[in-house]
Every structure is written in structure tokens, then in C-alpha cells.
């Protein structure tokens, strides 16, 4: 089975400030790959996903993720943070060849320094 | 696109009682999706059901937790009789296809006092 992996449990960064997020996964086949977020008092939304293709993956409020098979994994990346990203993530994994509905990472919340 | 509705939004009652969590996914997905959110243990996947059919079950914690999808538009997940170690956020989501993102509804806060 799928599992997948958030290594911090919390980041804090300042505004202005770069951001990655670490996201590992273990499976065999082609992943389908997946990150939300989660803002106080609301479900997830997407930010962005991998299927195939490109490895690296524009989505949306200016976040990104890279694909690297070799590493088995999926980090999320933005340039420049703002305030109003302070939120969970998470990272989900799916997998062809086996079980599609995709195994949810524990999630790092994110802190936003002024 | 209204997006998946759930209700009720919070929910407070005493442990021993019937609890009833309503969940309206968006039209034309097949596939829906319960989940709990707690600190300790994170987003559990509960149960979910294709096309109205359960078709995975294994993360539903106790006999004392069943869901039904009767129709296309509607699911419920009751606990009864619930206890306090239940409260948490309770989460529906539905997806176009297996393969596809999930979205998510607000979700039900739940404490059982």
C-alpha cells in the first residue's frame, strides 16, 4: 500500500520569505500526486496535483511542486510567502496499478511571521 | 458549482446520544468520501462508497459508526450511541473518479460532552 510522508510538523517563515514543504512517498508504480490546503475552519482545497507528464507542476495562489522519482518525492515550493498562506498542508498520494484513492500525509502547519 | 454541503456545521451533545451527519456531494461525482480530523491521529478516512455502494469500509472505528448514500445527492454517517473520544471534525468530500482530486465540504465539528 501507498504511504506517504510529511516530515515537519511545523514551519515558520517569515512574509517575504521562500518556502518548501517536504512530501515523500513510497510505492512502486507511477504515483498520482496531490497537495491541498487547509485554512482554521474549513475543508481542503486543492492546490495542485501530478498525474504525468512535466514534473513540475504550477497551481494555484502562486505554489508549485516538483516531481522527483528518484527521491520519491514531492515538494511544494512558493517564492515569496504572505501572510494569508499561514495554513495546513498536506500531501496525498495515489497510486495506478493499485489502490486510485489517495493516502493523506499528517500535514505541516504552516506560521507566517510579519 | 455549490461545492460538497454538509451539515450541521457544529454539532454539541451528550454522550449516549444519536448523532446524524448529513453530507450533499457535488452532482455527477461518483465517488464519495468520510473522513475525521483529529490532533492525535490526523485525516482518517472512514468509509466511501462509488456509484452509492460502499466499497470500503475498513477505517469506519466501531460497530457504532454506519453510512448510507440512498441516492446520487445524499449520505449520512450516524454514530449512535456516540461518546466523547468522538468529537472530532468530520469531513465529506466527493471526486469525479477514483483517480481524481477530492473536494471537500467545511466539514461538521463535533463534541460530544
Known amino acids: 500500500a501507498q504511504s506517504v510522508t510529511q516530515p515537519d510538523i511545523h514551519i515558520t517563515v517569515s512574509e517575504g520569505a521562500s518556502l518548501e514543504l517536504r512530501c515523500n512517498y513510497s510505492?512502486?508504480?507511477?504515483?498520482?500526486l496531490f497537495w491541498y490546503v487547509q485554512s482554521p475552519g474549513q475543508g481542503l482545497q486543492l492546490l495542485l496535483k501530478?498525474?504525468?507528464?512535466?514534473?513540475l507542476v504550477q497551481g494555484i495562489k502562486g505554489f508549485e511542486a516538483e516531481f522527483k522519482r528518484s527521491q520519491s518525492s514531492f515538494n511544494l515550493r512558493k517564492p515569496s510567502v504572505h501572510w494569508s498562506d499561514a495554513a495546513e498542508y498536506f500531501c496525498a498520494v495515489g497510486a495506478s496499478g493499485g489502490s486510485y484513492i489517495p493516502t493523506f500525509g499528517r500535514g505541516t502547519s504552516l506560521i507566517v511571521h510579519p | 458549482d455549490a461545492g460538497v454541503i454538509q451539515s450541521p456545521r457544529h454539532e454539541v451533545t451528550e454522550m449516549g446520544q444519536e448523532v446524524t451527519l448529513r453530507c450533499k456531494p457535488i452532482s455527477g461525482h461518483d465517488y464519495l468520501f468520510w473522513y475525521r480530523q483529529t490532533m492525535m491521529r490526523g485525516l482518517e478516512l472512514l468509509i466511501y462508497f462509488n456509484n452509492n455502494v460502499p466499497i470500503d469500509d475498513s477505517g469506519m472505528p466501531e460497530d457504532r459508526f454506519s453510512a448510507k448514500m440512498p441516492n446520487a445527492s445524499f449520505s449520512t454517517l450516524k454514530i449512535q450511541p456516540s461518546e466523547p473520544r468522538d468529537s472530532a471534525v468530520y469531513f465529506c468530500?466527493?471526486?469525479?473518479?477514483?483517480?481524481?482530486?477530492?473536494?471537500f465540504g467545511d466539514g461538521t465539528r463535533l463534541s460530544i460532552l
Open positions: 468530500a466527493s471526486s469525479l473518479r477514483e483517480n481524481q482530486p477530492q473536494h
Open positions: 501530478y498525474f504525468s507528464g512535466d514534473t
Open positions: 510505492y512502486g508504480a507511477t504515483p498520482y
